[in-house]
């Protein structure tokens, strides 16, 4: 298969994004991140089946969301991002960590980690 057909194909699958943000040490200035990455989960023929999955992911990652011996709080924003709290158990004075999920549906041939394609 040539480049170019190769390319096309790709411009008509949709690719399932995850963007996760960890944080440590809050502090009075705010968060220190400590990683930030992306992670390709899976891929659809049309946008709409991609944003079927998105819903998906959004509520498997909600239920699962249990640590032993850590209180975890979280809140999903716009549909596409779920944030997690952790505070240890017995609770300290305050949140040590949190994750931000962030779930994004690209053309595929959009990598978030390399921008658009020239």
């Known amino acids: 298969m040539d480049?170019?057909?190769a390319?096309?194909?790709l411009l008509l699958v949709w690719a399932l994004w995850a963007h996760d943000q960890r944080f440590t040490n809050l502090t009075d200035t705010g968060w220190?991140?400590?990683s930030s990455t992306w992670t390709l989960?899976?891929?659809s023929s049309t946008e709409a089946a991609c944003r079927d999955a998105l819903r998906e992911r959004i509520e498997a990652v909600a239920k699962e969301a249990v640590v032993p011996h850590v209180e975890v709080h979280y809140l999903v924003r716009g549909g596409d991002t779920i944030e997690f709290y952790f505070t240890p158990r017995p609770p300290l004075l305050a949140t040590v960590s949190a994750q931000v999920l962030r779930y994004v549906c690209l053309p595929g041939a959009v990598d978030?980690?390399?921008g658009r394609p020239s």
């Open 41 to 43: 989960l899976g891929s």
């Open 3 to 5: 480049r170019q057909a």
């Open 7 to 9: 390319r096309l194909i």
């Open 32 to 34: 220190d991140a400590e």
């Open 112 to 114: 978030p980690r390399k």
